[in-house]
């Protein structure tokens, strides 16, 4: 066996490995770190599973329409089986294969070897940082912006080749970026747009002069093509589909205020700068502790895509597709640290991981073109494997030793034991009861976030749940689920633990009478 064809298994056993691991992980812990967004998903799933359609008119849908997403996946699967957990583990593990197929096939259109491909698409189904691992591998919401974002980059690659495809491959990307702009204007913030800025700079680095023709001109084009294609699709989001459908406009209306331009903000600039420290896995913490390795992981994977990207910089000569690649993971990068730094936008860190993803392949790529001795090279891969093995490992040790939602399983427990099927409460436990009970529960999302005073109980709140609760109410016993912050109420809680207040009701007029 040739060492290429050993690498090649090697490369293919860890993805393997990786990905059971992380199934593995949802199967067995699956109830312990969902929350109210994740079955937000799923409860839209079983929705459109019975309606029969990708999207519903009979929900309220939150700061993005949900058109490219996770319910093309869990829909399906309500059709074959009524067992949340069930679905939420084959669902959780047939995203993450998408995921996995989408980035094999913009790492082969970039040129990246199998061995290489294999080998970085391991590394994204590893919990490389909190908020990768929530926006990713367990939340998975961000899974089809970033599968959107690698089929794009595959089909640009794949169109500045050469073969007799470049029509369809140009056509396909146009498709598909309308379709992502339907969704709203956050693949045009964290892809398009920055796709057809980087196509500009390389057509026009090295002056103006530079004869436009061959594959940065290509690039460039079909770049410009999917920019106008998803900037089409964004004017039907904006326009036509909120007259169908109940959404917000991401960018515009969020959370019921407008995002507005405001001067530099150096706290805008330094949570852009934690937001890529945390992104690549630093952990605070004693210094000679476990947050000790975590930290060694992120020194070395920040110094990896620092001196990948300045190689590739470096060499004029090198492979264009590796370049355009790279100047796009700066781009992207820098306009979203603009957003952070010149707007008032909601500041979250995970807002960075549909642009961090692209270090992988950067500093595989880059690994890869190093003119070095096979045994100098397998140095720092063998640090960098076993310390995301280590640090894989422990993560997934420790977070499946805690059930974040212990005491909210006891509630579910006590409300089934009472034969209730239709309860109240605020945002953050309403459709994570239903997902909890599988389904046996149908809860009512009043108030919002949470409920401050009994008043807020009057407001169905408009927001990831069906519509069928604005205008009914229920026919016979329920319950109201509150957590032990939120109102005090003049009557006595049916039951009580650690985290929440249970109260239960013979008839809506007694509840109704608690608010007016």
Request: charged share 15%; proline share 3%.
């Amino acid at each position: 066996m040739t060492k290429k064809r050993y690498a090649l298994l090697l490369a293919a056993a860890w993805l393997a490995v990786c990905f059971a691991a992380v199934c593995v992980y949802a199967a067995k812990c699956g109830t312990y770190f969902i929350d109210a967004d994740m079955s937000s998903e799923l409860v839209l799933a079983r929705q459109l599973s019975r309606e029969g359609g990708v999207l519903s008119k009979n929900w309220y849908y939150s700061s993005e329409l949900r058109v490219l997403n996770n319910q093309l996946v869990f829909a399906p699967l309500f059709a074959l089986s009524d067992n949340w957990q069930l679905v939420r583990t084959l669902g959780t593990a047939i995203t993450l294969a998408v995921m996995t197929a989408c980035y094999i096939f913009m790492a082969r259109g970039t040129g990246l070897s199998w061995t290489g491909t294999l080998a970085s698409a391991g590394v994204l189904l590893l919990p490389l940082s909190d908020s990768y691992t929530y926006a990713v591998l367990t939340g998975l919401f961000y899974i089809p912006h970033i599968c959107i974002s690698f089929l794009l980059f595959g089909l640009y690659c794949r169109y500045t080749g050469a073969g007799r495809k470049k029509p369809l491959w140009s056509v396909l990307a146009a498709v598909l970026a309308f379709i992502a702009g339907l969704g709203g204007v956050r693949q045009l913030f964290i892809f398009t747009v920055p796709a057809f800025i980087t196509a500009v700079i390389l057509l026009f680095e090295n002056g103006i002069k530079m004869p436009a023709r061959g594959e940065r001109v290509e690039f460039a084009a079909v770049s410009a093509l999917s920019l106008i294609a998803s900037a089409a699709g964004c004017l039907v989001n904006r326009g036509l589909l909120p007259q169908i459908y109940s959404f917000c406009n991401y960018g515009e209306n969020t959370y019921g205020r407008d995002v507005l331009f405001t001067g530099f903000s150096l706290d805008g600039f330094k949570f852009y700068i934690d937001s890529i420290i945390e992104l690549f896995g630093y952990r605070s913490g004693p210094l000679f502790s476990g947050a000790l390795v975590y930290n060694m992981l992120f020194g070395c994977a920040l110094l990896a895509a620092v001196f990948a990207v300045r190689a590739v910089l470096r060499d004029k000569a090198g492979a264009f597709r590796l370049r355009a690649e790279t100047v796009f993971f700066i781009t992207a990068f820098a306009m979203l640290g603009l957003v952070y730094c010149f707007t008032d936008l909601d500041r979250v860190v995970r807002y960075c991981v549909p642009v961090i993803v692209f270090a992988v392949p950067v500093v595989f790529a880059s690994f890869e073109c190093w003119r070095a001795e096979s045994r100098v090279k397998l140095a720092p891969a063998a640090l960098m494997a076993a310390l995301l093995v280590l640090c894989s490992a422990n993560t997934y040790r420790v977070s499946s030793g805690y059930d974040a939602n212990s005491d909210l399983k006891d509630i579910v427990s006590v409300v089934r034991g009472e034969g209730y099927t239709e309860g109240y409460s605020s945002f953050w436990t309403g459709n994570l009861i239903t997902e909890l009970s599988s389904g046996a529960v149908d809860m009512r999302i009043v108030g919002g976030d949470m409920i401050v005073e009994p008043g807020d109980m009057a407001y169905v709140y408009e927001w990831l749940q069906t519509k069928a609760h604005k205008d009914t109410v229920p026919a016979g016993r329920f319950f109201l689920v509150l957590f032990n912050f939120e109102s005090e109420l003049p009557i006595k809680p049916a039951y009580t633990n650690q985290t929440y207040r249970l109260y239960g009701f013979d008839s809506f007029d007694e509840f109704e009478a608690l608010y007016k």
